[in-house]
């Protein structure tokens, strides 16, 4: 198992480099002069060559791209002062550091990822799990019927509507609003209510829809049917073998889910201004801030390939027959 995590960990390297490499060349020599996008529209040439030499834009792309590497892991220097490891160069928009930047925007990203999460995961999971011990009844019906209905909703019309609602016509919630836990952490939760709720009313139809699926699938299966021949309670065939069983989709999908979300969930965070990663790449597109861009994109991706890590593991402890044939394969 150790070797697989470790082979896995290798490869996820190298997908990193290739997506820093598709990237920089992507943003870096696509653009006619990125020193422009810098400088601004009224940047007179002497000062456009002074941002060009500071940059490093007037090397070889190939060395700005070693000497951007370099940068993440041991640190640089620029003109407008030293850039500590890891770094990832400095915004063209308010000429700050953008991993310092991306580290003061990471605490909304992380609470609305986690709080979505959970909910979603209790609510999908356990509306699945409902549907698929009352298959073919009512619940089941009316729980399908759920979740395609919500799974055709949208973020961006939901998010408003809960707002006009919940808000100013019933006065519920408060305002949607980050507060840091250290602060408050009732305001902090308050404050992401609604958030929560909007950003996991589509998650949990997909996962009531998967649960629902892999479960009654579990429930054909062999071992299943030679528990329930033995007298075993239908409760205990359940929970204890269908349902670890139908874990092993479920896992996987979440896995690429939180990683996403840990990268930004955009649409979200913008619908409900809070400065976090997705509002920040956004904002960043808005003002082709290129190094902002790319040290998100490259944070995101990290992010998933992290999270498609640790559910390789998290396999082991849901199926041995996974850990075993993983064993086999490092050998």
Same mark, same amino acid.
């Given at each position: 198992m150790?070797?697989?995590l470790?082979r896995?960990t ?14 920089f060349?992507?943003f870096?020599?696509?653009p006619?002069?990125?020193a422009?996008?810098h400088c601004?529209?009224?940047?007179d040439p ?6 060009r030499r500071?940059?490093?834009l007037?090397?070889?792309l190939?060395?700005? *791209? ?6 993440i ?16 160069? *400095? ?12 580290v ?12 979505g999460a ?25 729980l399908?019927?759920m979740?395609?209905?919500f ?11 809960a707002?006009a ?5 019933l ?29 996991s ?7 009531t ?5 892999t ?16 007298g ?5 065939v359940f929970?204890? *073998? ?6 092993i ?30 509002r ?7 003002n ?17 390939i992290?999270?498609n ?5 998290? *396999?082991?402890?849901i ?13």
């Amino acid at each position: 198992m150790l070797r697989f995590l470790v082979r896995r960990t290798l490869g996820a390297f190298v997908i990193l480099l290739i997506i820093s490499a598709c990237t920089f060349f992507l943003f870096y020599a696509i653009p006619r002069d990125p020193a422009l996008l810098h400088c601004g529209k009224t940047c007179d040439p002497e000062s456009l060559e002074i941002i060009r030499r500071n940059l490093g834009l007037d090397k070889p792309l190939t060395e700005q *791209y070693w000497t951007y590497m370099v940068g993440i892991f041991a640190g640089r220097d620029f003109a407008v002062g030293p850039c500590p490891a890891p770094c990832f160069g *400095y915004s063209f928009a308010s000429n700050e550091p953008v991993w310092g930047t991306i580290v003061d925007r990471l605490p909304t990203t992380v609470s609305l990822a986690l709080g979505g999460a959970v909910v979603f995961l209790v609510l999908g999971l356990g509306a699945g799990m409902l549907a698929a011990w009352r298959r073919g009844g009512l619940v089941d019906k009316l729980l399908s019927s759920m979740s395609l209905v919500f799974s055709s909703l949208q973020i961006y019309f939901v998010g408003p509507l809960a707002i006009a609602l919940l808000v100013y016509q019933l006065e519920l919630f408060r305002q949607p609003e980050y507060v840091p836990i250290t602060s408050s952490p009732v305001d902090w939760f308050v404050g992401l209510l609604i958030p929560w709720f909007v950003l996991s009313l589509i998650f949990t139809a997909q996962y009531t829809r998967m649960s629902r699926s892999t479960l009654i699938e579990q429930l054909g299966e062999d071992h299943v049917r030679a528990a329930r021949a033995k007298g075993m309670p239908g409760r205990t065939v359940f929970f204890r *073998y269908a349902w670890r069983g139908s874990l092993i989709p479920i896992v996987t999908i979440f896995g690429i889910d939180l990683g996403a979300l840990f990268g930004g969930a955009m649409v979200t965070e913008f619908t409900f201004t809070l400065p976090g990663l997705g509002r920040l790449a956004v904002e960043s597109v808005l003002n082709t801030d290129l190094p902002m861009l790319m040290g998100v994109m490259l944070f995101a991706a990290t992010m998933i390939i992290l999270f498609n890590i640790l559910v390789d593991a998290v *396999y082991a402890f849901i199926d041995p027959r996974v850990r075993l044939s993983r064993e086999e394969f490092g050998r």
